[in-house]
């Protein structure tokens, strides 16, 4: 299974991309969880403390390995350097590993946000392209409010793409573009998962909101989810509840999938 997780900022997809990552992890399975948000908070929210996660540098700021996988310095554009650098060993070689789960932050430079053939968004590119097509773990992918690091060769092959709303406008005129952006990329299938919802007139905005939308589940808003965070203890063993409500909506994907 490969899923790919978006939304505004702030919506809790750092949240599920973590529960989910545990929810296979427990099924034996191997899971490489990918922070392709800027503002990485994935390993917080996976229950590493604030010193290990201090530890693991984000691939974008590591101008080594950018130079001897791509044969140019970050930063440099216009010049030459490989396009399809080596990547299959950087999860074994890089990675975080916790209880079944290998942890990569993608980091992101300037000159990488304007989309531009530089060596760093090259390298991180490929290993994306790398980790959806060429691996057999599982992999999850907490992706900032868009969907930059997707290309079309890489958009084909993620088997789920979530869409995390909460009740308001924004957040559902973000869930449209995302959709419209994702579809146009070739992503197979988009759900959408209602999260902070306090009620049924919560829930019913965002269903009548959806249109062509597929919703795969909703959680509630639970002050545990907040309280975890506060502590720095990962949600999956915070709120018993939430991960209830995650293993449904995984177990729906997965049912509509086929899996």
């Given at each position: 299974m490969k899923i790919a997780i978006t939304g505004k900022g702030g919506v809790g997809k750092?949240?599920?991309?973590?529960?989910?990552?545990?929810?296979?992890?427990?099924?034996?399975?191997?899971?490489?969880?990918?922070?392709?948000?800027?503002?990485?908070?994935?390993a917080s929210a996976l229950g590493i403390s604030k010193e290990e996660a201090?530890?693991?540098?984000?691939?974008?700021?590591?101008?080594?390995?950018?130079?001897?996988?791509?044969g140019a310095k970050p930063g440099s554009?216009?010049?030459?350097?490989?396009?399809?650098?080596?990547?299959?060993?950087?999860?074994?070689g890089i990675g975080y590993r916790l209880n079944g789960i290998t942890v990569l932050i993608m980091g992101k430079s300037k000159?990488?946000?304007?989309?531009?053939?530089?060596?760093?968004?090259?390298?991180?590119?490929?290993?994306?392209?790398?980790?959806?097509?060429?691996?057999?773990?599982?992999?999850?992918?907490?992706m900032e409010a868009g969907i930059e690091h997707l290309t079309r060769g890489t958009a084909g092959s993620v088997d789920a793409f979530i869409v995390v709303v909460e009740p308001g406008q924004r957040s559902i005129?973000?869930?449209?573009?995302?959709?419209?952006?994702?579809?146009?990329l070739g992503v197979k299938k988009v759900f959408v998962v209602a999260n902070k919802i306090r009620g049924n007139d919560d829930l019913n905005f965002i269903r009548n909101n959806l249109e062509n939308m597929e919703l795969a589940g909703s959680i509630k808003f639970n002050d545990l989810m907040m309280e975890a965070d506060i502590k720095g203890i990962a949600a999956?063993?915070?709120?018993?509840?939430?991960?209830?409500e995650v293993k449904n909506i995984k177990s729906k994907i997965e049912e509509i999938l086929n899996y």
């Open positions: 750092t949240t599920i991309a973590s529960i989910l990552s545990y929810l296979f992890a427990q099924e034996g399975k191997r899971v490489i969880a990918v922070d392709a948000d800027p503002d990485a908070n994935l201090e530890k693991i540098r984000p691939i974008a700021d590591m101008p080594e390995l950018i130079e001897e996988r791509t554009m216009g010049g030459i350097f490989k396009l399809n650098p080596r990547v299959d060993d950087l999860p074994e000159a990488a946000a304007s989309g531009c053939y530089c060596p760093e968004n090259v390298l991180l590119r490929r290993l994306l392209k790398h980790l959806m097509i060429e691996r057999n773990e599982v992999i999850i992918v907490d005129q973000t869930a449209r573009t995302v959709y419209d952006m994702a579809e146009g999956y063993a915070y709120s018993p509840e939430t991960v209830d």
